[in-house]
């Protein structure tokens, strides 16, 4: 990872970590921050709080975390809890998925966009999200489906999950 310049911004009770560098990896929060980076960044970026993508930087990254703002460009996958916004200079190529987008005058997303419900999830999860969710290597997951372990169905052979009846396992398998 190569460091770039760092520095804390205060607005008003908002105080926002903004990042110039060139980055490399994954980078996790798992408390709420409001985070916007400036630079380049490839990778996996999870985050609590908010996110901005400002105009200048270019990520390449599967993408979660609250609020997202993006104004510049972005390839990947997106995956927001309350919104995404493409402000008038962002350019993304990818999926977006999220309850609630704002997409400004002269934004372009290429790719796919879907909405999800209010509660800020899709009603399915992949193999590697439910995997990321139950803090579980991926074969792992697979082995359990494969077994009948969990509640699972296979389309186009790929296992998805119900994530109201994953919820439901859970709390089954911990009364026992």
Same mark, same amino acid.
């Given at each position: 990872? %190569?460091?770039?310049?760092?520095? =804390?911004?205060?607005?008003? +009770?908002? *105080? #926002?970590?903004?990042?110039?560098?060139?980055?490399?990896?994954?980078?996790?929060?798992?408390? %709420?921050?409001?985070? =916007?980076? @400036? &630079?380049?960044?490839? &990778?996996? $970026? @999870?985050?609590?709080? @908010?996110? %901005?993508?400002?105009? !200048?930087?270019?990520?390449? %990254?599967?993408?979660?975390?609250?609020?997202?703002? /993006? +104004?510049?460009?972005?390839?990947?996958? /997106?995956? +927001? !809890?309350?919104?995404?916004?493409?402000?008038?200079? +962002? *350019?993304?190529? &990818?999926?977006?998925?999220?309850?609630?987008?704002?997409?400004?005058? &002269?934004?372009?997303?290429?790719?796919? $966009?879907?909405? /999800?419900?209010? *509660?800020?999830?899709?009603? #399915?999860?992949?193999?590697?999200?439910?995997?990321?969710?139950?803090?579980?290597?991926?074969? !792992?997951?697979?082995?359990?489906?494969?077994?009948?372990?969990?509640?699972?169905?296979?389309?186009?052979?790929? #296992?998805?999950?119900? *994530?109201?009846?994953?919820?439901?396992?859970?709390?089954?398998?911990?009364?026992?």
């Amino acid at each position: 990872m %190569a460091l770039g310049r760092q520095k =804390q911004v205060e607005s008003g +009770a908002d *105080r #926002w970590l903004e990042v110039d560098a060139s980055m490399t990896g994954t980078l996790t929060f798992k408390d %709420a921050v409001n985070l =916007q980076i @400036n &630079g380049q960044f490839e &990778g996996t $970026l @999870n985050t609590k709080g @908010n996110l %901005a993508i400002g105009q !200048t930087a270019q990520v390449k %990254a599967t993408i979660q975390g609250e609020a997202i703002k /993006i +104004a510049g460009m972005v390839s990947g996958s /997106i995956l +927001a !809890t309350t919104r995404v916004e493409l402000l008038s200079s +962002a *350019r993304v190529t &990818g999926k977006v998925t999220s309850p609630r987008v704002i997409m400004h005058d &002269g934004a372009v997303l290429h790719g796919t $966009l879907e909405m /999800i419900g209010s *509660r800020g999830t899709s009603p #399915w999860m992949t193999m590697e999200e439910l995997a990321r969710y139950l803090e579980v290597d991926a074969n !792992t997951v697979s082995q359990w489906a494969q077994a009948g372990r969990l509640p699972a169905q296979q389309e186009a052979g790929e #296992w998805k999950f119900d *994530r109201t009846k994953i919820e439901e396992w859970l709390a089954h398998e911990k009364i026992k």
